[in-house]
């Protein structure tokens, strides 16, 4: 059982769609850009234009989605899990045997909960939902769950680290807090297990890159 505590009102924002663009309504303003939108719109579409021409249109969507679906399950597996409640919900092998890789690697070092898919919202800019917020090997951290086809090394998931630097700037705005670590839980589909950890020195560089990138959103607006 994990040790679930309150620190902090976290309120749960409507989300809407407006000329594509994926929108928080929250407390703190105008309804303002996801993360994630925000790193799309300003991403280098290079590499997966060049891998979607190479497998075909149609393939990559398969792809794409039956991931997505996995990766679903997953996360609401592993959001069970966090809220110390029984999964209830659609029941895939490969998603269950994924969850449980993670929870396996990561229980052991969560001494807190303190809210799991918050919503976060930095006013006038953005928002978006972290998986899990709290205390981890003795430090408050945001913590993202990840599902990939293989994988991956720590160069190629920059976005995954300007997502929690994003988040944990957007806590620390609205609840004063310092937060200045992150961590990424990822599970391949043949549950390797892999954990990305970023500390206050490195927090602040990602915490930079995410402003440009937030800037260059807004100027291509």
Known sequence: MLNITTPYSYKQFKRKTVNGKRLYE???????????????????????????????????????????????????????????????????????????????????????????????????????????????????????????????????IDDYFMQAAAYGMAHNEIFETKIQHAAIFMCSRDCNWQLWEVGPEEFKQWEEKWAKRVEEFYNLS
């Open 26 to 156: 929250n407390p703190y303003g105008d309804p303002v850009p996801s993360v994630t939108t925000i790193l799309s719109k300003t991403k280098d579409m290079t590499h997966l234009n060049a891998w979607k021409k190479r497998v075909g249109e149609k393939k990559a969507q398969e792809i794409v989605t039956e991931a997505a679906n996995v990766g679903t399950v997953m996360h609401e597996m592993l959001e069970a899990w966090s809220l110390n409640k029984e999964y209830t919900g659609k029941n895939l092998l490969q998603a269950k045997m994924m969850a449980e890789t993670v929870i396996k690697n990561v229980e052991p070092d969560i001494s807190e909960v303190w809210g799991s898919e918050v919503n976060l919202c930095y006013p006038q800019l953005y928002a978006g939902t972290t998986d899990l917020v709290g205390i981890y090997k003795g430090n408050p951290t945001i913590m993202d769950f990840k599902q990939t086809n293989k994988p991956k090394k720590r160069e190629w």
